[in-house]
């Protein structure tokens, strides 16, 4: 069943590596938070211990001689003055982080599906146009050796026709390589490497020349706000910065209650049965343990700071080049394609005539132009659907967003 564009762009990523990637740094910051949220839970644990002992002199009884002890206790911490939520809500920071991560992981996976499918169809148009040059450079070099075998063609002439039909020959086995190549790579990037796609269905871009982008500032500002990977890091420095306010307030004291239960065989007079308490524990040095900790986020939230604003001029540069070059194909490449298919249909039609008219022996490069001016339309094409892609990318939008028509615009210029 021949592969369409919407097929590509909806097959599941989850065996990509790229996505897999991405997906396990999630599962790990779902796996943190789970981490941070178990504080809350109740800890029990069990006790015990085979002691042999010698008896002091002081002992009620010399003759005990095991002091053997099995015990239970259950703490739950209550309070800890606002540190646990800190974490709590930078592990929650992180999950969402990963999350967006994670879409815009899987944004840039369809965006290169989305060129390699492309790359599949250039492919194959570039073999037609190569082939059909060779089939008409190897009808002339044939008939070249009929002429030199009747003396009307030198050796000159026809070493230069076979030196032209072995470039031909060359570059007809390249596009073949390339048609391979191109289907290999396409089924790498949709995760489905053991299904090589044989045939590819062209996508129909009805409107695609007719839409009119946005402003600069207003694309710009919506990709700052929206772009996926640029709200990740936001994320992350949010997390950064709330990971940081907890390592200030790491020596803050924590309430807790605990209740034991203990059975002793060497009874004693300050051992309990049974206790019940509600505790502080208020550190009152730890070392350097909290200066590290607060320089570790510090160093964090600087870090992702500086990959903020990296990602924030990368977005704007990308945004200014995206909607100058969508501007360029939507006018002077078509205009430059419509002038190409012009003049190959009028080349086309003369070489018919003088076909017809038997003052030329074949149509010659004419079929060559038709095919090589359907490629440079298709190129132009492609190139103009990949900006909008690229775009939609940054925006946050489904990639493929360019393949639906919007009402307010008209169909695309005919040829």
């Keep these: 069943m021949p592969l369409t564009l919407q097929a590509a762009l909806s ?3 989850q065996q990509q590596y790229g996505v897999m990637g991405a997906e396990a740094d999630l599962l790990g910051a779902k796996a943190d938070q789970q981490e941070v949220q178990s504080w809350y839970d109740p800890t029990i644990s069990v006790e015990g211990r085979l002691r042999y002992i010698q008896p002091s002199n002081a002992a009620t009884d010399q003759n005990v001689q095991y002091d053997n002890a099995l015990g239970i206790s259950a703490r739950q911490r209550l309070f800890d003055f606002g540190r646990q939520s800190l974490r709590a809500d930078a592990a929650k920071s992180g999950v969402t982080g990963a999350q967006l991560q994670l879409f815009s992981v899987e944004q840039a996976q369809r965006l290169a599906i989305l060129k390699a499918f492309f790359g599949v169809l250039l492919a194959d148009q570039t073999y037609t146009v190569v082939n059909e040059r060779m089939a008409i450079v190897y009808v002339r070099f044939d008939k070249a050796k009929d002429r030199k075998e009747l003396g009307m063609a030198s050796d000159y002439d026809l070493a230069s026709l076979q030196r032209e039909y072995e470039d031909v020959l060359l570059a007809r086995a390249k ?5 391979r190549i191109s289907r290999r790579k396409l089924a790498e990037l949709m995760g489905t490497p053991q299904k090589i796609p044989s045939k590819l269905v062209a996508p129909k871009f009805n409107s695609l020349f007719a839409r009119t982008p946005p402003e600069v500032d207003l694309a710009m500002k919506r990709a700052l706000a929206d772009d996926p990977g640029l709200q ?6 949010e997390a950064a910065e709330q990971s ?3 390592a200030r307030d790491h020596n803050a004291p924590t309430i807790y209650a605990q209740v034991n239960g203990d059975y002793y065989q060497r009874e004693l007079g300050s051992r309990d049965p049974f206790r019940a308490g509600v505790y502080i524990d208020f550190p009152l040095y730890d070392g350097r343990l909290r200066d590290s900790k607060i320089g570790k986020a510090q ?5 992702l700071a500086a990959q903020i604003a990296a990602r924030e001029a990368d977005l704007r540069d990308q945004v200014t080049n ?12 078509i205009s430059r394609v419509k002038a190409l298919e012009n003049y190959s249909d009028l080349n086309f039609t003369r070489k018919q005539t003088l076909y017809q008219l038997e003052k030329a022996t074949d149509l010659g490069d004419a079929m060559v132009e038709e095919s090589a001016a359907q490629l440079e339309r298709m190129r132009t094409t492609f190139a103009l659907a990949t900006y909008w892609a690229e775009l939609a990318s940054m925006q946050g939008q489904p990639i493929d967003s360019i393949l639906t028509s919007s009402p307010s615009v008209i169909a695309e210029p005919k040829k």
């Design 175 to 179: 596009a073949d390589a390339e048609r």
């Design 11 to 13: 097959v599941p990523l």
């Design 299 to 303: 160093a964090d939230r600087m870090r």
């Design 244 to 246: 940081l306010r907890a």
């Design 232 to 237: 990740a890091l936001h994320a992350r420095f």
């Design 322 to 333: 995206v909607l100058e070059m969508i501007d360029v194909y939507r006018k002077a490449a």
